[in-house]
């Protein structure tokens, strides 16, 4: 099975695992009367992003998502260039030793 495929296997239990958690969550909140927020849940409200994660609300700013995507992006292109070299060396040495 290719990588991306299993990607989304996992991404797809890992969506049923957390609405089966939300699911019982709320099943909990009925019996005892409590008023407790999801296990995670995420919307879009005015300009902002809002998580909610273990009952705990977190607002996030669309310039904070930005900036951290920006460095993401970087951070992985330069981690492949230095895996790129690094495979390039190794095969320079392969090539001088056994070939």
């Excluded at 900036?67 to 492949?80: F, P, T, V």
Aim: glycine share 6%; net charge positive; proline share 2%.
């Amino acid at each position: 099975m290719s990588k991306l495929k299993q990607f989304f296997l996992l991404f797809i239990l890992l969506v049923l695992f957390i609405g089966g958690l939300n699911i019982s969550n709320q099943g909990i909140n009925h019996l005892t009367l409590d008023n407790r927020g999801p296990v995670f849940a995420c919307n879009y409200e005015q300009g902002s992003w809002n998580l909610q994660l273990l009952s705990q609300d977190y607002k996030v700013s669309p310039e904070l998502l930005n900036y951290e995507w920006q460095l993401l992006r970087q951070s992985a292109k330069n981690q492949g260039q230095q895996a790129v070299q690094y495979l390039n060396k190794s095969w320079l040495i392969f090539k001088a030793i056994f070939l």
